[in-house]
């Protein structure tokens, strides 16, 4: 038989991971035998070469289902059922789709994050063409399925962040912010301080070779659901002060409060708050903990090569 779609899967995966199967490499002989396919088609590889189609579509339909709260990750590449998914199972579904999870609010607020925004519309799982609206283009649904893939990535992200140590996020907020021109990427321009007492400044990145012009940072390693007020961001303006910096940038796994926001426009010195979520996709456009694993190419007419002259 042909090779089920992530959506087929997903009950399957789930069941698997109930089970204590929890990693995809051993997931996949399970659902091998159990959709009885053969050989070449366990072995058929996306076009990128990286990874095979089953095991690929494993991981989608976990994915989406973490989205939903019926898994939840452990540590890197392991997941276990939650509650909600075991309920699920309780209910003995004949299977599992994306309709099944859109009734989970988690996964509702997720499909509207990931959506591609339209204008004069909102940005919401209702969104999705019906029979009686016009149905989106190639392009349309191209640039919606990288947004979905690239939402997914920066949750990973940011999911991987939160496991490290306090010491490795700061240094990779230095390194994103080098990757981004500040210190004209010269090597060393931007250093962890890690000291103890440092009043609230985790890092400086000197602008100049001489470090007559720096940029001081700290890097706030809170869980998503936290919101940093302006207590937090009027104490690093102090450290600033007391550095004698003008220039400083505050970033945070997690968000801040709008009294946070209007804080830090009424300030002398020129602060950048970066929240979870621009920083997660500031890694992936500049490269830091992300990487492309595959390039489409779109093809159009030559209009000039049919020109005659």
Do not use: C
């Not at 339909?61 to 309920?87: C, D, H, N, W």
């Not at 309709?99 to 996964?107: A, D, E, G, R």
Request: hydrophobic letters at 40%; aromatic letters at 6%; a negative charge.
């Amino acid at each position: 038989m042909a090779i089920p779609d992530y959506e087929t899967l997903m009950l399957p995966v789930l069941r698997l991971t109930a089970e204590g199967i929890a990693r995809i490499p051993d997931v996949v002989p399970r659902l091998a035998s159990e959709f009885g396919l053969s050989d070449e088609e366990l072995s058929e590889v996306l076009p990128s070469g990286r990874t095979t189609v089953i095991a690929s579509r494993a991981h989608w339909a976990r994915t989406y289902m973490s989205k939903a709260g019926l898994v939840l990750p452990i540590k890197r590449g392991v997941f276990e059922v939650t509650e909600e998914g075991l309920a699920l199972l309780a209910t003995n579904p004949s299977g599992i789709d994306n309709k099944t999870l859109s009734k989970y609010p988690q996964f509702a607020d997720w499909k509207a994050r990931s959506a591609q925004k339209k204008p004069g519309k909102s940005n919401g799982a209702d969104d999705l063409p019906t029979a009686d609206s016009s149905p989106t283009t190639p392009l349309d649904r191209i640039s919606s399925a990288l947004e979905e893939i690239e939402a997914n990535l920066a949750d990973d992200l940011l999911a991987r962040l939160l496991d490290g140590s306090p010491t490795f996020f700061e240094r990779a907020v230095i390194e994103l912010l080098v990757a981004m021109g500040y210190g004209k990427g010269r090597e060393g321009a931007g250093r962890r301080l890690g000291r103890s007492g440092d009043g609230g400044i985790d890092g400086v990145i000197n602008e100049d070779a001489l470090g007559l012009d720096a940029v001081y940072v700290q890097a706030k390693r809170y869980a998503p659901e936290n919101t940093i007020g302006r207590p937090v961001v009027q104490q690093f303006v102090g450290s600033l002060t007391g550095e004698g910096a003008s220039k400083g940038v505050l970033v945070t796994t997690s968000s801040f409060s709008a009294e946070a926001l209007r804080y830090v426009e009424r300030t002398p010195q020129r602060i950048v708050l970066i929240d979870g979520e621009r920083l997660a996709r500031l890694m992936i456009a500049y490269g830091v903990g992300a990487r492309a694993v595959q390039t489409i190419t779109l093809a159009e007419i030559d209009e000039n090569f049919f020109t005659e002259d």
